[in-house]
């Protein structure tokens, strides 16, 4: 079974807070969900990993908690405590792209929302369905509203707009999650499903401008555009053989948080810090995260590298 996080005697942990669900894959069933993406990615780059979570003492659960145990991944108490574990069929389409069709329940462990784990981690992460559906959504931003300030914070986009709800309902957190964050990464699907008929661009330049301290914006093949206070610079897709896009997002988040904490440019401060990180600092951070989502794209499923796979 998942290891069970304990009281953390020191902030150098990274939490990591949203769904956890089984990706069925022609017939075949594989761990999954965005952010327990994220949480498997940073502890297999061996960083300590805490994620609040929602699953099954089923059979699914039971595949969840040996990939979390086996990724070193720590679970907060409670998070079992779901009738049964959500499930994503995954369909590809001929470019390799992955599309899902969910049943899923949100929420999050009472007993974690009403009291958050002290002292506060190197960075909160939370993102997807996790910072959208209903219930759980109200209960991720009062955990991620206690933390700002107190540590830095992540949020990744990662709309899925046949499992969470209309626009109107949406929108309204997934700003809220960006005002509070001091990075954000986005896709350029993302935001042009958030803002209709706005360009991509033109959207993360405005969460910048309104404090976000870090916006990444991803393009698929035409690489990511960095948007910092000082800077924005481009990074180039690198060229790698796809197998298949399952969790490659997810890596390059993992990524990205894995190099910039190896920075010192997470934890207390994190926002002003971040603000005014050289562009030297900002292309090493996204050239590793990109190379660990290359890993990821290289291989079937959300399979994301060890640490002793990167160059």
Do not use: C
Not at 116 to 137: C, D, E, M, R, Y
Not at 145 to 157: C, K, M, P
Not at 190 to 215: C, F, I, K, N, Q
Not at 255 to 267: D, K, M, N, R, V
């Amino acid at each position: 079974m998942a290891q069970i996080a304990q009281q953390p005697d020191s902030g150098d942990y990274a939490l990591v807070v949203g769904e956890s669900l089984i990706d069925v894959v022609d017939g075949s069933r594989y761990a999954g969900g965005s952010p327990m993406n994220v949480a498997v990615g940073l502890a297999r780059l061996g960083r300590p990993a805490h994620l609040a979570t929602w699953f099954g003492r089923d059979k699914d659960g039971a595949l969840l908690a040996n990939h979390l145990a086996q990724s070193h991944v720590e679970v907060v108490p409670g998070s079992d405590g779901a009738n049964h574990t959500s499930t994503a069929q995954v369909r590809f389409d001929e470019a390799g792209s992955a599309s899902y069709v969910f049943d899923l329940e949100w929420r999050l462990p009472a007993s974690f929302v009403n009291d958050v784990t002290a002292p506060a981690p190197v960075v909160a992460h939370t993102g997807s369905i996790a910072a959208a559906l209903q219930p759980g959504v109200t209960d991720v931003l009062t955990v991620i509203e206690g933390l700002a300030g107190l540590t830095a914070v992540s949020f990744d986009v990662n709309v899925r707009p046949n499992i969470i709800g209309p626009l109107a309902e949406v929108l309204p957190f997934a700003e809220r999650f960006a005002s509070l964050a001091d990075i954000v990464k986005a896709s350029d699907e993302d935001l042009a499903w958030l803002y209709p008929g706005v360009p991509p661009l033109v959207s993360a330049r405005r969460w910048a401008s309104e404090g976000t301290a870090l916006v990444v914006l991803t393009k698929g093949a035409e690489g990511v555009t960095a948007i910092t206070g000082s800077d924005e610079i481009d990074v180039p897709a690198p060229t790698v053989q796809v197998v298949d896009t399952v969790g490659a997002g997810d890596a390059f988040m993992a990524g990205l948080l894995h190099a910039l904490w190896g920075a010192g440019l997470l934890g207390p401060g994190a926002r002003d810090a971040l603000r005014s990180m050289d562009e030297t600092a900002l292309r090493q951070a996204l050239s590793v995260a990109t190379q660990v989502a290359a890993i990821t794209l290289s291989r079937p499923g959300a399979n994301p590298p060890w640490a002793a796979e990167l160059r």
